[in-house]
T-cell receptor
Framework: EDKVVQSPLSLVVHEGDTVTLNCSYEVTNFRSLLWYKQEKKAPTFLFMLTSSGIEKKSGRLSSILDKKELFSILNITATQTGDSAVYLCAVLANQAGTALIFGKGTTLSVSS | GAVVSQHPSRVICKSGTSVKIECRSLDFQATTMFWYRQFPKQSLMLMATSNEGSKATYEQGVEKDKFLINHASLTLSTLTVTSAHPEDSSFYIC?????????????????FGQGTRLTVV
């Protein structure tokens, strides 16, 4: 059975800290891995990773995929209170038109 | 990027009534649309996969007679919650997948509608 596992499930840090969120997966016919940020509405797309070892960056956020070890990390540096959210990892497998398989998410709380 | 629009964003209805939620792909042809449901503090759960012009495929445990899905065109899918009950109150989200050539090469599985928060009273 395909599955996506995120850790930790929740995390509390102080502003300015750096955090690393983990996502491991076991899926058949992996295509890509996606990270989303979800506040009180629909998820917002952050990154899509398809190739191993290539870091994607957007401001203070970065992510990388290891297809050999079947995991990805999402890094957030110099965290701000606005980073508080649920971060979802999802994997796209099989052929086009297949739904994403989501992890349970990591709830990040950044205190000032 | 590809845009998926979902409407309404919030709806309150009485128990026993039906509610229709629309999901539109605004700038590409969506051959497949997905409907998810999310309970508080939980991740997204796939309800059904909808292919244009054919019947939707429902996930195990999702009642197809209660959650009617119609995907009549390449830009519109609708989810109708029939005879709604308070336990149907949830956050419903759609996403759309299109043929790469119609989306400028973007992988449209990456984009969601804004979500609909349904409250049944």
């Amino acid at each position: 059975e395909d599955k996506v596992v995120q850790s930790p499930l929740s995390l509390v840090v102080h502003e300015g800290d750096t955090v690393t969120l983990n996502c491991s997966y076991e899926v058949t016919n992996f295509r890509s891995l996606l990270w989303y940020k979800q506040e009180k509405k629909a998820p917002t797309f952050l990154f899509m990773l398809t190739s191993s070892g290539i870091e994607k960056k957007s401001g203070r956020l970065s992510s990388i995929l290891d297809k050999k070890e079947l995991f990805s990390i999402l890094n957030i540096t110099a965290t701000q209170t606005g980073d508080s959210a649920v971060y979802l990892c999802a994997v796209l497998a099989n052929q086009a038109g297949t739904a994403l398989i989501f992890g349970k998410g990591t709830t990040l709380s950044v205190s000032s | 990027g590809a845009v998926v629009s979902q409407h309404p964003s919030r709806v309150i209805c009485k128990s026993g009534t039906s509610v229709k939620i629309e999901c539109r792909s605004l700038d590409f042809q969506a051959t497949t649309m997905f409907w998810y449901r999310q309970f508080p503090k939980q991740s997204l759960m796939l309800m059904a996969t909808s292919n244009e012009g054919s019947k939707a495929t429902y996930e195990q445990g999702v009642e197809k007679d209660k959650f009617l899905i119609n995907h009549a065109s390449l830009t519109l899918s609708t989810l109708t919650v029939t005879s709604a009950h308070p336990e149907d109150s949830s956050f419903y989200i759609c996403s759309a997948s299109g043929h790469p050539s119609s989306t400028g090469g973007l992988n449209t599985e990456a984009f969601f509608g804004q979500g609909t928060r349904l409250t049944v009273v």
